[in-house]
């Protein structure tokens, strides 16, 4: 049964279409792989798709810097991918791909050793929570979303390691709050996996979903 505060929040949106949007990620490694991936987001998706879910340049992001030429390139050729006129949904991820970790560092490699100052941090640390606020600034300034999620799967973090949950509050907390201040029109929230929605911590995740679910 959906919580009041879920029911208010969808009250709250005004009626419109559905929009279906497709993740980028082809079936195999090969260029032609790629581009069909490509076509069939092209031709069957309302929603244009972004999934940033292989680290973050955190040295970078820290200091407010350039990124690596890597990263920027890679940018740069998806946003000039999106079709005119096409709602754009960006997904980031400051958690690892086993959702209780800190997100993995990336650079001119996708994959480079931890900056020693990130390494066995709180995800709710002053450098952390500086770091990520630069960098889905960054996100947003190059990809102008129209929905935003700074928290992939971060629901998952609920089952994995529920001690650290109080921690993404507060990291969730000061980025929602930093974006909001620049960008207040802009829906914002985190996303939960199936086995979030069937979690053994029913009535834990139930507050935790209600509360971080909705995008608002």
Partial sequence: VPSKL???????????????GITPFPPDTTLEAVERTHNIMQEH???????????????????DAPFPERI???WNSQKKAIPEGRKIYVGLAPLATDRKSLAGATGEQEKIAMPAEFKDVALDSTIVIKAYVNYVRRV????RPDFLNIGIEAGQLM??????????EQL?????????????NMPLGISFGLGDLRSEERRVGKECRSRWSPYH
């Fill in 72 to 74: 920027q390139n890679e």
């Fill in 159 to 168: 089952n994995r390691d529920m001690t650290r949950w109080s921690q993404f």
């Fill in 45 to 63: 998706s309302t929603l244009w798709a972004l999934h940033f879910d292989n680290g973050i340049p955190w040295k970078e992001a820290l200091q």
């Fill in 6 to 20: 879920a029911d208010r929040n969808r009250a709250a949106q005004p009626k419109r279409a559905p929009l279906f």
């Fill in 140 to 143: 947003v300034k190059q990809f």
């Fill in 172 to 184: 969730f907390l000061h980025v929602r709050n930093a974006i909001k201040a620049e960008y207040p």
